[in-house]
Each structure stands twice: as C-alpha cells, then as structure tokens.
C-alpha cells in the first residue's frame, strides 16, 4: 500500500503513522518528496489487514493498494492460459467452444428439438435451463423440478454435456447429478454466499458479469470460486446495462481483452443477452471471437416466435448449422490468435 500524506505532516505525524504501519505488520519506507511525502508499506495486502483505515488520520492525504484484490485468478500467478473440461468438452487455451441451446427449457419435445438440431452441427455444450431467475416475479421463472427431470431424460438419450443456472445454494443439490456446468447469471454476479457453496459442487462454472459490474468486480467473483475449491471457471461478458437502448445491452468487447491481459481463466461471450435481438447476434458473435473470447454462448430455440423468454432474440435451431458455417472463420481467427498470444 501507498500512503501520501499531506503536505503540511510534521515528523512527529510521519513517526507515528510509520509505527501504526509496523503494528498492521507492514514494513514502511519512507520516500520524502519536493512538496510531499509518501510511505511505501511492505507487506501482503491480501492477508494482512487493509492501511485504508489510516486515511482518516488528519496528517493523511489518501492511501493506495498495490496488490490486486484477485490471485488465483490473475495471469501473475499462473501466466498460461487455463483450460476447463466440461464433460470432455474443452474451453480456452486454443479450445474454442460454441455452447447453444433454448434460454429455458418449456417442454421435453422443445429441448429434444433443439438438442437434434444442435447437436447435428457439432455444438458439445448444451444450454439447459430449468430455472430462470427473472427481473419480474410475474415472468416465466422456468419449468424447475420438471424441467431437471427433462435434463435428465435427454441426457440419458444424447449424453451431451449441460450448462444450467443455479438460482441459490439450495438448488446446487437437485441439479449436480444432471449439470455438467453451472451458469451463475448476472442477477446473482456477486451473491458470494452462493459463490461459495457452489465452488463445493465439485463442477466447472460459468460466472457471467453482472449488468453494472466492474471487471475488477468480476474477476474478484471468479477468485471466490477458485478459493473456494473450484478452480474451473468460465468467464462470459454480456453486456452491460447502459444508457443507449438500441441493443439490449452494452456488449463490452474492451472488457473481454482486458480479461484476458488480467487471468489465466478462458472467457466466453453471449452475444444473445447482449443483442436482445437475433439479428444483431451473429455480429456481436463474430467480434466476440475477434476481441479474443474462448467462445460463446448462445441462445437457439426450435420455434423462437413462440417462446417463452427471451423470443427476440433466439436463434433458430434447426439453422443453427448454416449460422456456424459462416462463423467459422471467426472460429480459426479465435484460434490463431490464441497461437500468437
Ligand atoms: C441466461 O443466460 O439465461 C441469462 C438469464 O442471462 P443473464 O444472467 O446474463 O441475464
Ligand atoms: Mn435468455
């Protein structure tokens, strides 16, 4: 930490606020400048108490850190890039991976359609929603027990790998035997209760950034997780809240190539929740993967007009395959940047 003191500190002020620093268990150097003088403290910030108290001494101007508030996750401490194994189906690293499905699973006929459908075309990872945390109560809050139940029947038929939100710890049981990868969403972003519990479930997850979250935010959401137990996280920017209507949300490219500079762990983008509109997904898709992403998520639905949530902006299933194809040099793009990297 870095404390600037203000310009009228006495000696008698730099003495006393150098022995506070010792007993926080810091070590101070004391750096006098022209007009100002600043102590430079030694000492781990992540598990000794915080200097940040000092700030309020009157002979204190302002007080810094220098370590960031994320380790385990930060390229620092482990410079390559980390891989997630969900169920076989790898991410980062060079892996890139495409995960697709419904926003919310309606029916056992609508998730077997869009699994035929998307399974046909490669896709490894599918999206399997049985509960659907909403802004509004009065919204489909998805199928729930039923809805874990059809997981399981098509997992039993196609055993292909499923991502699932979990809405609080008390899901995290009732879903563990059918998720291969849970989805925390924004909603949930820094519920750090459920972070927690979740890192326990011994399964990779995908932590979406919350609408309004820093990316410091973010990362430090991730570093619950790994210091919890679970070191298989999946990053996915999807847009942030904004002031500017004409997407749903603000798809924050810069975030996702700032992510990679700051952690080892892959990043995925979702440019369906970021669009709000089917039309602009493919777009945002490919500048997803040309910004650096690991991926993307993305929502496709056998008869999007009629779904349940989210109908704007789902993409139909059964041309889920002609969409890949003219992803596909973004794809190689995706991976050759990865080799240069
Ligand atoms: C979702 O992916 O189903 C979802 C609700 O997205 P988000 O949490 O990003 O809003
Ligand atoms: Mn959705």
Sequence with gaps: MIIVLKRHASETDIATISELVC??????????????????????????????????LPAVESVFPVQKKFKLVSREYHPSDSVVNVNGALIGGGNIQIIAGPCAIESYDQLRAAVVD???????????????????????????????????????????????????????????????????????????DLLEHLAHAGRPVLLKRGMASTVEEWLTAAEYLVVNGCPQVVLCERGLRSFDKATRNLLDLGAVAVARQLTHLPVVVDPSHAAGASSLVPALARAGLAAGADGLIIEAHPDPVNAFSDASQQLESSSFGAFLETLAPWIELAKALRKQA
């Design 118 to 192: 998307l399974t046909a075309c490669g896709v490894k990872i599918i999206r399997a929603m049985p509960f659907k945390p909403r802004t509004s109560p009065y919204d489909f809050q998805g199928l729930k027990l039923d809805g874990v139940k059809i997981m399981r029947d098509i997992k039993a038929e196609f055993n292909v790998a499923m991502v699932a939100e979990v809405p609080g710890p008390a899901q995290i049981e009732m879903l563990r035997d059918v998720t291969d990868m849970f989805q925390i969403g924004a909603r949930n972003a820094q519920n750090y």
């Design 23 to 56: 007993s926080l268990r810091y070590q101070p150097r004391i750096i006098r400048g022209v007009e100002q003088t600043v102590i430079a403290c030694i000492g781990d910030e992540l598990s000794n108490r915080s200097l940040e108290v000092l700030s309020n």
